[in-house]
């Protein structure tokens, strides 16, 4: 036999009412649960990406100290240093210039385009109400 069969549509609704709030607290917590889980290994993998990055740039310190090496073979040491130094500030300007021409074309953040589209959406709305 059912022990609800006896109860008033109001304690029925007062009952819902709890399990509902219960429900979703439950829910709440387990979402909170599965973020920080997630949190952690996202700040793991970022930080395998920022050790990755760190090596990458001893390898190309590397690379740069092995061509000023190779061009020593051919020019005094000072020389090829210098060279190599120039190189790199040269290539520097140009992503630096390149980069801040991106970041021109990106500012300001607001989504014109859409912007511009909505309000195309919305004039088409107003003149077909006038009709």
């Known amino acids: 036999m059912n022990t609800k069969q006896g109860l008033s549509t109001a304690e ?22 599965e973020l920080a889980e997630k949190g952690k ?8 990406f920022g050790g990755a990055g760190l090596m990458a740039f001893y390898g190309g310190a590397a690379l740069v100290a092995a061509v000023i090496l190779l061009l020593t073979a051919v020019l005094p040491a000072w020389a090829a240093a210098a060279i ?3 190189a790199l500030f040269v290539l520097a300007a140009v992503l630096g210039l390149i980069g801040k021409n991106q970041v021109k074309q990106a500012t300001p953040p607001t989504p014109e385009a859409a912007i511009a589209s909505v309000k195309t959406d919305i004039d088409v709305v107003k003149e077909r109400a006038r009709r």
């Open 12 to 33: 029925l609704v007062s009952d819902l009412s709890a399990q509902l709030s219960q429900l979703v607290r439950s829910e709440m917590r387990l979402a909170r649960l």
């Open 41 to 48: 290994r996202a700040g793991f993998g970022a930080g395998l």
């Open 84 to 86: 190599v130094a120039a």
